[in-house]
């Protein structure tokens, strides 16, 4: 072992101490020294990824983490667990199933390995199936604590009154539990069900009474406190503002967020000291959202631009600048220079996170052909993460009219989730559209399952293709009995308006193409629509 081996793994030891102990700054403190002085040594990633997971930080970073003690083979059955339940909340399904068939088959049997089962056939739409599974793995442990707390909030979301009273009462002597059990149940309180004033008092009692609520669920309970009872917002804010006023970094932090949640952000620029801002990254960037937030761009503008050095990356400094010159009105080539330098400064995407968020920057502003190509570059560096970034992609190429670029997303979905008939579909009806390899579409249009040739997707595509090829009297008979247009997104109404013109049912046609957006069609579909007008 080296020496700087060494040294991380002792600071790494120490985090874990203080993690147990519940000391949240000390271990935070600790484990970024031992990551300044070795990242990946395996002891400082599990003392990474303990922390992440008992602070319930931010998902994708823990991924990352267990991604990264997956590489250095220390991956447990928990963590593999762990990294399934992400992926799905994070809309990978083809990514979590992989997850799921690397446990063994005594693990996939047990009732943690069903429960992952159950939330992937939920979101991959058979939620009957998730659920019987899903209660089937609970009452193999009828007396555990989670599992009594897991049935009753499925309970609490069925229409029953009477179920859903009884739910609640188990949820309610849960969370009174000082366990991280009791803090599950302390959360869903918090977060799902609507209280009355005496039961947001006594969530928030409970909150504080617990021994390991970090400060992000105190704060939730706070805000069940002010939908339960706005008439005292004015009070907390008060109370809220004077407990932290003064204090460090590790207690501003969390409570200027939970300021900027509620809506606050002038309360936020009146509680940070003097100067405080120009010493922390987070502090400085609640900052930049409360100024944002009071539409005060020129104080921004001014900030970013001066020779005062800031504690931001400078993927964020562009970010901040892209956004600041799009509502300055600066002109769209700054506004593009700044996202591709934000970009570039992500290492074209192995900083995930701000990768993202760059892309998202984009989109947001409109600028599709950039937030595309970010998006791809990021799939291409971060395959768990491809099902969504490809969906990314296909939504810039729609924003951004281009029939080609959304032809290519949708062939390269298709290609790498076969089993999705909607990608399939959709696939085929592009080429089609497009007019690019007719044949072959229509010969793989003829072998999609008997389940799906009669619904109303595949129909207008056989319709498209009698068109392509010219042959009306097909088309005519296709059409001759209405579709259920009600189920076919804007783009493929507008294709099925216009056929329904070409075969002289200018009525239905009309009726069904002024129902129609035309703001988010490609262009061979605006054509089909203007048939149709």
Not at 38 to 44: K, R
Not at 67 to 72: G, T
Not at 426 to 444: K, N
Not at 456 to 469: E, G, S, T
């Amino acid at each position: 072992m080296t020496a700087r081996s060494a040294i991380a793994e002792a600071y790494a030891k120490k985090a874990q101490e203080k993690r147990l102990e519940k000391d949240w700054a000390s271990a935070w403190q600790n484990l970024s020294k031992a990551r300044s002085w070795q990242v990946n040594a395996p002891e400082v990633l599990r003392a990474y990824a303990d922390l992440l997971a008992a602070s319930r930080s931010d998902d994708l970073t823990l991924l990352q983490v267990l991604r990264a003690l997956e590489s250095v083979q220390q991956s447990t059955n928990a963590d593999r667990l762990k990294v399934g339940q992400i992926l799905i909340s994070l809309g990978h399904i083809h990514a979590a199933r992989a997850e799921y068939e690397k446990l063994s088959l005594s693990d996939q049997q047990k009732p943690e390995g069903m429960r992952l089962l159950a939330q992937l056939l939920q979101a991959e739409g058979q939620p009957e199936a998730a659920e019987e599974l899903l209660r089937r793995a609970l009452s193999m442990a009828p007396s555990d604590a989670e599992s009594q707390l897991r049935l009753a909030m499925m309970d609490h979301h069925q229409t029953f009154p009477e179920v859903q009273s009884r739910a609640r009462k188990v949820i309610w002597e849960i969370a009174r539990q000082t366990n991280l059990t009791g803090l599950t149940a302390l959360d869903f309180l918090a977060s799902t069900v609507q209280l009355t004033g005496e039961e947001a008092a006594e969530l928030l009692r409970l909150v504080e009474a617990h021994p390991s609520a970090p400060p992000g669920t105190r704060y939730a309970a706070l805000s069940a406190r002010l939908r339960a009872r706005p008439q005292d917002r004015a009070a907390i804010m008060e109370k809220e503002v004077a407990a932290v006023r003064g204090q460090g970094v590790e207690m501003l932090a969390p409570a200027l967020n939970w300021l900027l949640q509620e809506k606050e952000p002038a309360k936020v620029l009146n509680l940070l000291p003097e100067g405080l801002h120009l010493k922390s990254g987070p502090i400085l960037q609640s900052y930049l959202v409360a100024l944002s937030a009071l539409d005060r761009w020129n104080e921004i503008d001014n900030l970013l631009h001066s020779s005062k050095i800031l504690p931001l990356s400078e993927a964020y400094l562009h970010l901040w600048k892209a956004r600041t010159a799009d509502k300055q009105d600066t002109g769209i080539q700054t506004i593009r220079h700044h996202l591709e330098a934000a970009f570039a400064q992500t290492r074209r995407g192995e900083d995930e996170t701000a990768a993202r968020l760059t892309a998202e920057t984009a989109e947001q502003m409109g600028i599709w052909d950039l937030a595309s190509r970010f998006y791809a570059e990021v799939a291409a560096l971060q395959p768990y993460n491809q099902s969504f970034l490809l969906e990314k992609i296909h939504e810039m190429a729609l924003r951004g009219r281009d029939t080609t670029a959304a032809l290519n997303s949708a062939r390269k979905q298709a290609i790498t989730h076969p089993e999705n008939h909607v990608y399939t579909t959709r696939a085929h009806y592009l080429s089609l559209l497009s007019g690019d390899e007719i044949e072959v579409t229509i010969q793989a249009t003829r072998q999609l399952p008997s389940s799906q040739q009669e619904s109303p997707a595949v129909i207008l595509m056989k319709a498209l293709a009698d068109f392509r090829l010219g042959d009306e009297t097909a088309l005519r008979a296709r059409l001759a009995h209405p579709l259920d247009s009600s189920v076919l997104p804007p783009g493929q109404r507008a294709t099925y308006a216009g056929l329904l013109s070409i075969c002289g049912q200018v009525g239905p046609a009309f009726r069904l193409a002024e129902s129609i957006p035309g703001i988010l069609l490609l262009p061979e579909e605006m054509r089909f629509l203007k048939r149709a007008l």
